[in-house]
C-alpha cells in the first residue's frame, strides 16, 4: 500500500482483543495510520466545498438536535473530480487488506461480508453532532481528520467524544449532554483517526466548533456496514448502504427516517 501504513494495520490488529474489551464500547485514538507525506497531500488535496451539500436544522428521526454540516458522500461519479491522491486512498479503503483490519478489530470471520460507504464532512462554526448511537446496520466507524496546525487549534474543538450512558438510554432516544459521561475523546490534528464499534449504547457526539469564519472541521468518515436485508434491498434500488444513490448528485441526500 502506497497510502496506509501496512504496519499500522499489523500494530492495531495486535490489539484487537483490547480493543474489543474497552468500556463503555469499543474505540481507539489512532496515530500515524497513513505515511506522513501521504496524508500531507491528502489535505492538500481535499474536495472543493463547493461540491458539497448543505445540512442545516435537519429534523432528525429519534428527536435529537439536528446535525448541521456540509456533507459529500462517495460515490464512483466523484472519481472524475477526485485528486489522484484521493482516488488512490479510496482504493485502498476498498483493498482486501483493509476490510480484513476490520474483521480482525472486531472478530468477525474471514468471511464475514464488510460492506464500505464513506464520506466527507466540513463543520463550520458553531455546528455541531447531537449525542446519538447509528444504525444497526453499522458495525463501526473509522473517522479521518484532516486538518493541520496551520489551520485548525485545539481550542477549537471538533473531537469525537465517547459517551457513557451506563446502559440506561434505549437507542431510540434523545439524552442530553448532562444524561451521559464523557468517557474519552478523539484527537484531531497530525495524522490522527478514531475508530469504534457499533453497539446498541455506542453514543458519541461533536460539540459545537468554535472556529472563526472561513475555517472548518474537515473530517472522512469510513463506515463498515453488515449485509442486511436492508443493505441488500438499497443495493437493488441502485443506492449505497447509506441510502444515497449511487448515480445521483453530489448533494442528494436520503432523509434521516430511511437512514
Request: glycine share 6%; net charge positive; proline share 6%.
Amino acid at each position: 500500500m502506497e497510502i496506509i501504513d501496512v504496519s499500522a494495520l499489523d500494530r492495531l490488529s495486535a490489539q484487537a482483543q483490547e480493543f474489543q474489551h474497552t468500556r463503555p464500547y469499543p474505540w481507539i485514538r489512532i496515530t500515524d495510520f497513513l505515511y506522513p507525506e501521504k496524508f500531507e497531500q491528502l489535505c492538500k488535496d481535499l474536495p472543493d466545498p463547493a461540491l458539497f451539500g448543505l445540512q442545516i436544522d435537519y429534523k432528525r428521526a429519534l428527536g435529537q438536535a439536528s446535525h448541521d454540516r456540509l456533507a459529500l458522500q462517495y460515490r464512483p461519479a466523484l472519481e472524475k473530480v477526485l485528486t489522484p491522491s484521493w482516488r488512490n486512498f479510496i482504493h485502498e479503503l476498498h483493498s482486501d487488506a483493509y476490510k480484513n483490519f476490520w474483521r480482525k478489530m472486531l472478530g468477525l470471520t474471514s468471511r464475514t461480508p464488510v460492506i464500505l460507504t464513506m464520506h466527507w464532512r466540513y463543520a463550520p462554526s458553531g455546528a455541531s453532532i447531537s449525542p446519538h448511537t447509528d444504525a444497526r446496520r453499522k458495525i463501526g466507524s473509522h473517522i479521518f481528520y484532516f486538518n493541520t496546525p496551520e489551520d485548525w487549534e485545539e481550542a477549537w474543538g471538533g473531537q469525537t467524544l465517547v459517551l457513557d450512558d451506563g446502559d440506561k438510554w434505549s437507542r431510540h432516544s434523545a439524552p442530553d449532554y448532562s444524561d451521559l459521561r464523557e468517557a474519552g475523546a478523539s484527537e484531531v490534528l497530525g495524522n490522527r483517526s478514531f475508530l469504534f464499534a457499533q453497539t446498541d449504547h455506542s453514543w458519541h457526539a461533536v460539540k459545537a466548533v468554535q472556529c472563526p469564519p472561513g475555517h472548518f472541521r474537515k473530517v472522512f468518515i469510513v463506515v463498515a456496514n453488515r449485509l442486511t436485508p436492508q443493505v441488500i434491498w438499497r443495493r437493488m434500488r441502485g443506492k449505497d448502504a447509506d441510502g444515497y444513490r449511487l448515480s445521483g448528485g453530489v448533494q442528494e441526500k436520503p432523509s434521516f427516517n430511511e437512514r
